[in-house]
C-alpha cells in the first residue's frame, strides 16, 4: 500500500513535467490529470481530461503523460485515460489562467509587460520582419514574448515565423471557452488577423469599430501568460489600427520603422505623431534596407542615405529626450530567404549582417529600460 501510494507520487511528480504545448504549463496544474491509480504489478491508470473536444494538442499530451508515467521506476504498464473537462471544470480553469482578473485588455499600464509597437509611415519597409525578428532575437535571449499581428494590409507574421501551411495558410488558434491560445513558433506565441479571416480581402475590408473590436478581443482574450515583451506589428500610417491601439495601450512603446530614403521621413515622421497624440512615447527608429554590403565590403546605397537621421530628428523635435536610431539593417538576401522560409534571420543566419543589426536593436531595446508613461510609481508625497 505504501509502495502504490509512493509510485503514485512519483508518477505525479514526473507527470509534473509534461507541458500542455498550447498554454505552456505542466499539466498538473491545469487540473488535467484528475488521478493516478497504481493497480497490482505497477500497471499505472492516469486519468486525464482535455479541456477540449478535438483539442488539437491531445495526441502529444496523451503522448507525453504515457512517456512520463512509464519512465518511472517501478512502473510496468500504463493506461490512459482520456476524457474532456466538464464545461464547470473548464470554465474554473480559464478563470485561474486569468488569474482572477475580470475580463478586459490584459495589459494595463501597471503590468509587468512591456508593450512595443512597430510601425512605419508606409509599407514595404520591412516594418514586419524587423517586429519578426525583434520578437525572435528577444526570446532567444530567455525573455517570454508575444507578437500580435494587426497589420490588416498584409498580415504577414504567420509566414514569416514559420506558423502557415504549403498554402500559405495560417493556423487556427485553439478556443477554450472565450479563451484563444496563440500558435507558439521559436518561442513566441503568435496571434494574427490572418488566423481568422478566411481569405485576404475580408480584413481589408473592416472598417473602424470592427477593427477596434479585433485588437480588443486580441488584448482580452488571448492567453499570452506572464510576457515579458508584447510586440504588435500595426498596419503602416495613420489609420483606425494606429488609434485603436493607441486608445487600448497608451502606454505602449512605439519604434518607428523606415528606410535611407529621405523623402519617406515626413511619413514616418507622422506615423510617429499619431502615437504620440494618444499618450504613447517614440523611442526609437529602425531604418531598413540601409544600404547592400558588397562582397568586397563596400556598401552600395540603393535607396540613398540620411532616412533613419532624418525621421529620428523631426520626432525628437519638442521632446525633452531625443528619439535615437536605434540601428540600421542592410539589404540582406538571408533576411530576405529566412522571410520566406518562417525562420527569422536572427536564427537561421546569425553571422549575416541585418541578423547582426536586429541582434543589436533587440540587445538595445532590453538595456534601454521601459519608459514610465502612464505606470503608477507607487510614490507618495509626503
Ligand atoms: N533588409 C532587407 N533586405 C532584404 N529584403 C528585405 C529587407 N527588409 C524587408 N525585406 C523584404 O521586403 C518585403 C517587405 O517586407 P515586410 O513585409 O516586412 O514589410 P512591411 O513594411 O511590413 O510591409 P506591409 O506593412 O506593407 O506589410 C519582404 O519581402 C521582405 O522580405
Redo the contacts with the bound molecule.
Keep these: 500500500m505504501a509502495d502504490d501510494e509512493q509510485l503514485g507520487g512519483a508518477v505525479l511528480a514526473a507527470l509534473s513535467r509534461v507541458i500542455d504545448p498550447e498554454i505552456r504549463r505542466p499539466v498538473t496544474e491545469l487540473d488535467m490529470i484528475r488521478g493516478v491509480d497504481v493497480q497490482p504489478g505497477g500497471t499505472v491508470r492516469v486519468d486525464l481530461q482535455l479541456t477540449i473536444t478535438g483539442c488539437p494538442a491531445a495526441d502529444t499530451i496523451e503522448r507525453d503523460v504515457r512517456a512520463a508515467a512509464g519512465s518511472v521506476d517501478g512502473v510496468t504498464a500504463v493506461d490512459v485515460d482520456v476524457s474532456v473537462m466538464s464545461p464547470a471544470t473548464r470554465a474554473a480553469l480559464t478563470d485561474r489562467l486569468r488569474a482572477g482578473r475580470p475580463r478586459g485588455v490584459q495589459f494595463t499600464p501597471d503590468s509587468l509587460t512591456r508593450v512595443v509597437a512597430v510601425t ?1 509611415g508606409k ?8 517586429a519578426a525578428n525583434l520578437a525572435v532575437a528577444l526570446a532567444a535571449r530567455g525573455q517570454r514574448v508575444g507578437i500580435v499581428d494587426v ?1 490588416v ?2 498580415f ?1 507574421i504567420p509566414g514569416l515565423m514559420g506558423l502557415t501551411d504549403e498554402h500559405g495558410v495560417a493556423p487556427r488558434p485553439t478556443r477554450v471557452d472565450s479563451m484563444i491560445l496563440p500558435p507558439v513558433a521559436h518561442d513566441v506565441k503568435v496571434v494574427s488577423i490572418g488566423m481568422f479571416v478566411d481569405d485576404v480581402s475580408t480584413a481589408v475590408s473592416w472598417r473602424g469599430p470592427m477593427l477596434h473590436r479585433t485588437v480588443s478581443q486580441f488584448l482580452t482574450d488571448v492567453f499570452f501568460g506572464d510576457l515579458d515583451v508584447l510586440l504588435l ?1 500595426l ?2 500610417g495613420t489609420g483606425d489600427v494606429a488609434i485603436s491601439v493607441g486608445q487600448l495601450l497608451p502606454h505602449a512603446e512605439v519604434l518607428v ?1 523606415t528606410t535611407p530614403q529621405a523623402a519617406a521621413a515626413d511619413v514616418a515622421e507622422r506615423s510617429g505623431i499619431v502615437a504620440r497624440q494618444t499618450g504613447q512615447r517614440v523611442i526609437g527608429v529602425v531604418e ?2 540601409a544600404g547592400l554590403v558588397q562582397p568586397d565590403g563596400s556598401v552600395l546605397h540603393l535607396f540613398g542615405e540620411g532616412g533613419g537621421d532624418e525621421t529620428a530628428a523631426r520626432l525628437s523635435r519638442g521632446q525633452d529626450a531625443p528619439v535615437p536610431v536605434l540601428g540600421r ?5 538571408p ?2 530567404e529566412g ?2 522560409s518562417g525562420v527569422p534571420v536572427v536564427l537561421g543566419a546569425p553571422d549575416d549582417h ?1 541578423a547582426v543589426a536586429l541582434t543589436a536593436i533587440a540587445e538595445r531595446l532590453t538595456t534601454m529600460g521601459r519608459g514610465l508613461a502612464g505606470r503608477k510609481l507607487g510614490l507618495s508625497v509626503g
Excluded at 509599407?123 to 524587423?130: N, R
Excluded at 539593417?329 to 538576401?333: A, F, G, K
Design positions: 512605419s509599407g514595404g519597409v520591412g516594418k514586419s520582419t524587423v497589420d494590409h498584409g504577414s506589428d498596419p503602416p520603422v531598413n534596407m539593417v542592410p539589404l540582406s538576401v533576411l530576405r522571410g520566406d541585418a
